[in-house]
C-alpha cells in the first residue's frame, strides 16, 4: 500500500471522483494514467506529486495500484466502476450520494489547475492514445522498462515502482520540496494508521 492511499485516501477518492465528473465515458485504464499525468506534472512544478501513490511499470503505462482496484470496490465511498458488456471494459462514475462539492475543499485553487489543466488537454484521448504518450521514448516508463529489462511476457504486470523523484534530481530546490513534503505526508499517514 502506498503512502498517498494511507495519507490520502480521502484527497484521492475526491480527486476520483472529480475526474470521473468532468470526463464523460471515462474507463478505469484512461483514468490510471490521467491520475499519472496529474502526478507527473505536479511534481515537474512543484517537487512532489499531488497523491503520493506508487506507481509500477505494467505493460500498458504506470500503473497506481489502488486507482486499478477501483474495479475490486477501492475508493467505494467515491467512485464506482461497472464492467461494460458491451467491450469488456470498466467504466468509472462518481458516486451519487457523495458530496463533490464540500470534497474539493481539500484542493486549492493551484491543485484543481493544474489537475484542469490535465483534464483539459488529455481528457479527449482515448486510454490507448495515453499509453502512446506514457511510452515516449524518453519517458519515466520507458526508461524504468529500459534499464530494469522489462518484457511483460507473463502478465503484463511488474513490482518495479516508477522512481518519481528521478524527474526533479537535478533541481536542488525541488528535491528539498520533494524531502519536506516526505517527512509532512508520512507523519500524516503514521497518524492515520494509529
Known amino acids: 500500500m502506498s503512502i498517498g492511499f494511507e495519507a490520502n485516501e480521502e484527497k484521492i477518492g475526491v480527486l476520483l471522483a472529480y475526474i470521473s465528473s468532468k470526463i464523460s465515458n471515462l474507463n478505469l485504464r484512461k483514468l490510471i494514467k490521467i491520475i499519472f499525468l496529474i502526478d507527473e506534472l505536479y511534481i515537474k512544478e512543484n517537487g512532489y506529486p499531488l497523491t503520493w501513490l506508487d506507481y509500477f511499470a505494467w505493460k500498458k503505462g504506470p500503473v497506481a495500484p489502488e486507482i486499478y482496484d477501483i474495479k475490486n470496490g477501492t475508493f467505494s465511498k467515491y467512485v464506482k466502476a461497472h464492467k461494460s458488456i458491451k467491450d469488456g471494459k470498466y467504466y468509472v462514475y462518481p458516486v451519487n450520494e457523495f458530496n463533490l462539492d464540500a470534497g474539493l475543499d481539500l484542493f486549492g485553487e493551484y491543485h484543481l489547475e493544474v489537475i484542469d489543466s490535465i ?52 533541481d536542488e530546490e525541488k528535491y528539498n520540496s520533494y524531502i519536506e513534503a516526505l517527512d509532512n505526508i508520512m507523519f500524516t499517514a503514521s497518524l492515520n494508521q494509529a
Open 119 to 170: 483534464i483539459n488537454e488529455y481528457g479527449s484521448f482515448t486510454a490507448d492514445q495515453l499509453s502512446e504518450i506514457t511510452h515516449q521514448s524518453e519517458s519515466l516508463w520507458s526508461k524504468t522498462v529500459s534499464e530494469k529489462g522489462l518484457d511483460f511476457k507473463d502478465n503484463g504486470k511488474s513490482t518495479v515502482k516508477l522512481d518519481l523523484i528521478s524527474l526533479i534530481k537535478d
